[in-house]
């Protein structure tokens, strides 16, 4: 599976960006599609999470009511809108994908920077 995620950049604090990702290669019958986020110094943590067929959707905490994960209108196509951005938010943003029950996610992309500035 190939991961394609895009739409980084710099962008004002309180401003907002959207990523998108595309999978490719492999498929699944059903399906997990997710973000992570690693910032410089810190450990990688978990962003967002949607079921592909469902669209149950899950966020980290501090993510609630900032980003949305959405599925695009094209197979394997995914989107997180962010807004409200903070400079804490400023991350390598990486997507993935894991097959339903799968407790990790099995493959991810090359990532695409967000830079909050203040």
């Known amino acids: 599976v190939q991961l394609q995620a895009s739409g980084g950049g710099l962008v004002q604090a309180g401003g907002s960006l959207r990523l998108s990702c595309a999978a490719s290669?492999?498929?699944?019958?059903?399906?997990?599609m997710g973000w992570s986020r690693q910032a410089p110094g810190k450990e990688r943590e978990f962003v967002a999470s949607?079921?592909?067929?469902?669209?149950?959707?899950r966020y980290a905490d501090s993510m609630k009511g900032r980003f949305t994960i959405s599925r695009g209108n094209a197979k394997n196509t995914m989107y997180l809108q962010m807004s409200n951005l903070k400079p804490e938010d400023t991350a390598v943003y990486y997507c993935?994908?894991?097959?339903?029950?799968?407790?990790?996610?099995?493959?991810w992309g090359q990532g695409t920077q967000v830079t909050v500035s203040s």
């Open positions: 290669g492999r498929t699944f019958n059903n399906y997990v």
């Open positions: 993935g994908i894991r097959r339903l029950g799968m407790e990790e996610f099995e493959y």
């Open positions: 949607i079921v592909w067929y469902g669209g149950s959707t």
